[in-house]
């Protein structure tokens, strides 16, 4: 089977049940704490894979990985994903269930990268013009500082990308010059 199959269809499912029972806005907030846990702590998902590990520690790192309250909806899901041995899949199944979330729901993730932190005034600038272009979505923001970018922004939202950077700028004149030669 397909590493993006498996995580699909549990996400799915547990969308569906979520749905059902009238909490998948509290599954999506654990989930969301799930994809943060694995990003945070890189070992996470090695520690998951390990054949070694109880299964107790690894429901223990799944279920505190969703954070203070974790719904019954949310405990099930991780004895199921336990049970069928799929724990090795756990990050891209959270990640899958936010997709699904925000594609029902009409929300956008957005992610500025900059080269270095920028103060709240330019910040809400960029948001604005996100805003501005994205006006039938709710927007979820994230930042990133990348000192690679050399200067400038780059804007990921919705699988779109608008890449304002001094590195690309360069990239570009670098191939321009290339072509003319």
Do not use: W
């Amino acid at each position: 089977m397909d590493n993006g199959l498996i995580p699909g269809r549990y996400a799915k499912a547990l969308y569906k049940l979520a749905v059902e029972k009238g909490n998948s806005e509290e599954v999506y907030e654990e989930m969301k704490s799930v994809v943060a846990a694995f990003e945070t702590t890189p070992g996470l998902e090695k520690v998951l894979s390990n054949p070694f590990v109880d299964r107790s520690e690894k429901e223990k790192l799944l279920l505190t990985a969703a954070g203070d309250r974790v719904e019954d909806d949310y405990r099930g899901f991780v004895k199921l994903i336990l049970d069928n041995k799929r724990e090795e899949f756990a990050r891209s199944m959270a990640i899958a269930y936010c997709d699904i979330y925000r594609q029902a729901h009409h929300i956008a993730k957005v992610v500025i990268t900059t080269a270095s932190a920028m103060s709240e005034d330019e910040m809400d600038k960029i948001r604005s013009l996100v805003r501005n272009a994205y006006k039938d979505y709710e927007l979820e923001y994230g930042t990133v500082v990348d000192p690679n970018l050399i200067g400038g922004f780059v804007i990921d939202v919705a699988g779109n990308r608008l890449d304002s950077s001094l590195s690309n700028e360069i990239e570009q004149l670098r191939l321009n010059l290339l072509r003319s030669n």
